[in-house]
């Protein structure tokens, strides 16, 4: 994609975005991004390698006053979640599926922590994502989990919530998408 012209070293040079990357911290400090290179083939002259300068980035960790319990770093963005739960009623041992998609723009964490609750047994989710570059430059989308949860016990159970602290560095606010899961009725097995 053509973006323009610049002098570099006295030569006037076509500028042109060949690449895109988002970039997360997994660290606080003065961190280092090596340069990026590319090979330029060029008809009559040969081409040959080109890199960018190393640029240096100072990461913080979002502020300690007001943090919300079961906060991870690195959560930062503007998130929220949305979950379905199906069937409604089982019998004692039956399963219910739980999918909960996860959305919204910054750094989408890749695994949620289903809530415990005695009597359900939360197997390893399946997950499915549609994450990229958004519109206004930001990177993002969304990221589906798919639980199966097995009903060990006979009875009326609130699944509870899942629930996702986030840090939201434009507003320098803390969040917590939150996703109600309502409750499922178990009864006895017909099985002996």
């Known amino acids: 994609?053509?973006?323009g012209y610049a002098n570099v070293g006295g030569e006037l040079w076509a500028v042109r975005l060949a690449r895109k990357i988002a970039l997360f911290p997994l660290k606080t400090g003065d961190l280092e991004i090596g340069p990026m290179s590319?090979?330029?083939?060029?008809?009559r002259t040969g081409g040959g390698e080109r890199k960018s300068e190393t640029v240096k980035v100072r990461v913080g960790e979002p502020p300690l006053a007001k943090r919300p319990v079961g906060y991870a770093i690195g959560d930062v963005g503007k998130m929220s979640l949305a979950a379905t739960v199906t069937p409604r009623e089982v019998e004692q041992g039956g399963v219910v599926s739980v999918s909960v998609t996860l959305s919204g723009t910054g750094n989408l964490p890749g695994t949620l922590s289903p809530p415990l609750r005695a009597g359900i047994e939360w197997l390893e989710p399946e997950v499915h994502e549609k994450i990229g570059?958004?519109?206004g430059e930001r990177f993002g989308g969304s990221r589906t989990f798919t639980f199966i949860a097995r009903m060990k016990r006979d009875g009326a159970f609130d699944l509870g919530e899942f629930a996702l602290p986030f840090w939201d560095p434009e507003s320098k606010l803390y969040g917590t998408a939150r996703a109600p899961l309502g409750s499922v009725t178990v009864s006895?097995?017909?099985a002996p």
């Open 1 to 3: 994609k053509p973006l």
């Open 133 to 135: 570059v958004q519109a």
């Open 188 to 190: 006895k097995s017909s």
């Open 38 to 43: 590319l090979t330029l083939v060029k008809r």
